[in-house]
Every structure is written in C-alpha cells, then in structure tokens.
C-alpha cells in the first residue's frame, strides 16, 4: 500500500486575510492525516499488548547476569552460553553442597553408589539397632542385632542364602 504524504493545511498569511484553505478544505485534509496516520500505524508498527514482529527485530542487549523481563536478544543469550555465571550451581565432580540439599531416598535394601539420605540411613540404623529383651525380635532383618537378656548373649541376624537365623556374636572385634 502506497503511503501518500500528508497534507499541509494552508492557513494564510494574516488571520482572515482569504489567503487560507476555506474551512471544508482544511478539515478535509485534517480528516485525511488523521486517516494517514492511522493507516500508517497500522501497516508499519506493532501493537504494545502483544506484539508481533517480522523481519529482523532488534531490542537492546540486556546487562550480564539480568533477571527480570527484559527481552532476551541473541546476543544476551550467546554472552549466557560463552560465559554462563555459574555461581549458585555445584560442579557434576565432587559438588560441595550447603543449606539442606535434597537426594532421591534409596531402598531400604539399597547397597550400591546411591547417596545415602538421613531417612535411609536412619531406617538402616534403627534395623540393626536393639533393645535388650528376653525373646528375639519380631520379623528382623538381615544383619539387626538382638541381646538377649536371659542368656546375655549378643545375637546378630544372618541370611546366609539358605537359612535365616540369629547367630552368637562370640569374639570381640578390636579393629577393622
């Protein structure tokens, strides 16, 4: 669409001197340069709620290290990945943790590499730890401890893969 100039409202030289467009003229073209304008606007800028750009849009580069709703241009974004600021991350190698840093909860039965939570490791404590009676546990594990306050022998639970059974702790262990 072509774009025609806008008109100039000619008002003469001196006030009521008939030198100046009648006023059905003038307000002719104030009614076509307002028209002008708006045709221009529409055709040639973007709306501010929403806008939808073409072409090769271009905003300014936001500072290093923004975080509010400034527009992300390539070049803030590129700065990101050549330089990212990396400082409220851990290294993947030997991170060093602070606050309260969280971990999936193993199994109870986990015996690998996983990092061990406080909830697993209190669930492995309280399997191995005893109080003193005179009947063994009900249901223990593999590995739970038992003294038994009738004979005053220390038991520990076995499952040596083809029984399960409480064994007599019968040798103190003086290192490891």
């Known amino acids: 669409m072509a774009v025609t100039p806008y008109q100039v409202i000619n008002v003469g030289t001196v006030a009521n001197d008939g030198t100046g467009d009648p006023l059905r003229t003038a307000f002719i073209k104030v009614n076509d340069n307002f028209a002008l304008v708006t045709t221009n606007l529409q055709v040639n800028y973007a709306p501010l709620a929403s806008p939808i750009f073409t072409g090769d849009p271009q905003a300014p580069t936001p500072a290093v290290g923004d975080n509010d709703n400034s527009i992300a241009t390539t070049a803030w974004v590129k700065s990101l990945l050549v330089d990212p600021d990396m400082s ?48 063994p546990p009900v249901n223990p594990v593999p590995g739970q401890f038992w003294y038994d306050l009738t004979t005053g022998v220390l038991a520990i639970y076995v499952d040596d893969g083809n029984t399960k059974q409480w064994v007599a702790v019968t040798a103190t262990v003086t290192s490891i």
Do not use: E
Request: glycine share 6%; proline share 15%.
């Open 88 to 135: 409220g991350f851990a290294p993947i190698n030997s991170p060093t943790f602070t606050g309260d840093p969280k971990a999936p909860n193993p199994g109870d039965a986990d015996d690998d590499t996983s990092i061990a939570t406080t909830h697993w490791v209190r669930n492995v404590v309280a399997s191995i730890a005893f109080t003193p009676t005179p009947t």
